[in-house]
């Protein structure tokens, strides 16, 4: 395929800053050229003593229920000072393991921790969920103001999810669904299947009411079962460390530090069924210096998800995600690989995203949230993303979230501009992202390049792109943006134009590409569109469509 090449030097400001070292580790080469300053993150400091769950009375026979030969073996090893509690080989059915300080989790090369299928052992817990605090089932690993905690080795962990979450008969097969239904629950009007009458009760009662603390107990027990736990959950926890272990069929999230400070996450598997709902990989939220490095996640909602609370909550909170390395990761399904939101409220900022792979996610790199969320999601930097098969955008900015996935929005007809949506007065209850670098980027078979859908009275701002080669069905839409930046960008787009622009201020291009011989490589419009900076092709400018006479004024061509 031939390609026509616009000129125009245009540098991306991509400034590196002095690391802030806290000694030699075999995480050094990862703060090699950061571009923001972030203090070394080190492994848990935990002591060599080793005793297995067996000297507890523990048993892996499938069997025999563990539940309290871990809180005996937990208190134990804590008391001596801690160590590394042993899960040998075997099949470990258990219900909640709340940790311990000064403890690592040990599992062993075919160690499998099985969570019991009796919802009774999960008693009504004050947590949080989605950025607010709530009562929820008591997580399957959980952990609070502790320090040094990991969970390691060579096993894996199940949370028995298939009990908990509901299932919509359109995302599995004919059989799974017989599979499934047959086993009880209920069923609302043949199309969702719910674990019980309760669980379905209790999804009407929090979309009336909301699921906020003003819940009396009896209204918070006549809806536990639909109250399902994230599975691993740790809150205001420091040196945090998950390695070598597959955490599969969680009940909601599967992991979720929240409010810690030196998090690990290195050579993990995350999977969960590609039908489960609320089934993110992980949500790290409001969390301080944290690695997200060499895991894989294949799951049923986001993959690795950044998050800071949620609307009012969330910014009184006043905790943001920052100082985030994430290096090396595979994304298969899911609703995105990277994302940012929406509960954001609490600001995300000096995240650095490298050397990853989305593969058949429903978005690639996924930023969102809407109106009422405040918070600033700022200095974003994005290098080396590889993707194919994307079911929707390679990269998204969604102001308008409303809580389906970007392919249930696509199935709906609601994946298109909201640029005439009125404009509001900006104030703290709006989101606001800038100041976000993306470069050396390849994706392959998405249904559009990219979508940037922002706010009238806010818009995205300082979006930088660089290196970037995407081919799709549908070329890249931008819509309420201002200071975009495009640097050898090419677009190859199926039918349509390559790049359209509505209500986009002040943008500069230089070195695009698109298929040689397309007829309307641009598509310029809006009432808002302003200083738009383009390379000149040829005299009579034709390359341009433009639907609005007066974006025509807008449009400077450099040659």
Excluded at 112 to 131: A, H, N, Q, R
Excluded at 244 to 252: A, H
Excluded at 354 to 361: P, R
Aim: overall charge neutral.
């Amino acid at each position: 395929m031939r390609f026509r090449k616009i000129g125009l030097e245009l540098v991306l400001l991509w400034i590196v800053l002095p690391i802030v070292c806290a000694g030699n580790n075999k995480y050094d080469y990862l703060y090699k050229h950061l571009p923001f300053e972030m203090t070394q993150v080190s492994e848990p400091v935990i002591s060599n003593m080793e005793e297995s769950i067996t000297t507890y009375g523990g048993v892996g026979d499938g069997i025999v229920v563990n539940t309290e030969a871990f809180s005996r073996a937990m208190k134990s090893l804590s008391a001596k000072g801690g160590g590394h509690l042993i899960v040998p080989a075997g099949v470990w059915l258990t219900g909640p393991i709340v940790f311990e300080s000064n403890i690592d989790l040990h599992l062993n090369k075919s160690a499998l921790i099985l969570f019991t299928t009796d919802k009774s052992t999960y008693p009504l817990v004050k947590t949080s969920f989605e950025g607010m605090e709530a009562y929820r089932c008591q997580s399957p690993i959980s952990g609070r103001n502790l320090q040094n905690i990991s969970i390691t080795g060579e096993g894996s962990i199940n949370g028995s999810g298939q009990i908990w979450r509901p299932l919509k008969k359109d995302k599995v097969t004919e059989y799974e669904w017989k599979q499934l239904s047959s086993t009880g629950g209920f069923i609302d009007k043949s199309t969702v299947w719910y674990p019980s009458e309760e669980y379905f009760k209790g999804e009407q009662f929090s979309k009336t009411k909301g699921a906020t603390l003003n819940f009396t107990e009896k209204d918070w027990e006549g809806i536990k079962d639909f109250l399902r736990p994230v599975m691993v959950s740790f809150i205001n926890c420091k040196n945090l460390m998950l390695q070598g272990v597959l955490f599969e069929n969680s009940p909601n999230w599967n992991i979720h530090p929240l409010l810690c400070e030196n998090v690990i996450i290195d050579h993990i598997f995350v999977k969960n069924p590609n039908y489960a709902q609320n089934g993110d990989g992980l949500d790290l939220e409001s969390c301080k210096n944290s690695l997200i490095i060499n895991s894989i996640f294949d799951v049923g909602d986001d993959g690795i998800c950044i998050k800071s609370g949620k609307d009012e909550e969330g910014r009184k909170r006043g905790r943001p995600t920052e100082n985030v390395i994430v290096d090396n990761c595979k994304v298969f399904r899911g609703h995105g690989g990277f994302v940012v939101g929406s509960e954001m409220s609490g600001g995300v900022r000096n995240i650095s995203v490298t050397n990853c792979q989305f593969m058949g996610t429903d978005v690639g790199l996924r930023f969102k949230s809407n109106r009422g969320r405040g918070g600033v999601v700022e200095n974003i930097y994005v290098s080396n993303i590889y993707m194919s098969n994307i079911v929707t955008d390679s990269f998204l900015f969604d102001l308008y979230y409303g809580g389906k996935s970007a392919g249930e929005e696509l199935e709906v007809g609601n994946d298109k501009p909201t640029s005439k949506v009125k404009e509001l007065k900006a104030d703290e209850t709006t989101p606001c992202f800038r100041n976000i670098y993306v470069k050396d980027l390849v994706s392959r078979n998405a249904r559009r390049a990219m979508f940037f859908n922002g706010l009238p009275e806010k818009n995205i701002f300082n979006i930088n792109v660089e290196n970037v080669v995407i081919s799709a069905t549908f070329g890249a839409e931008l819509v309420e943006s201002d200071g975009i930046n495009f640097k050898n960008v090419t677009v190859i787009p199926a039918q349509g134009p390559a790049f359209k622009l509505e209500n986009v201020k002040n943008f500069t291009a230089s070195g695009l590409k698109y298929p040689e011989g397309l007829k309307q490589p641009f598509l310029i419009t809006g009432d808002r569109t302003k200083n738009i900076l383009l390379p000149a092709i040829n005299e009579n400018k034709s390359f341009v469509l433009n639907t609005e006479k007066n974006c025509m004024k807008e449009i400077k061509f450099i040659k």
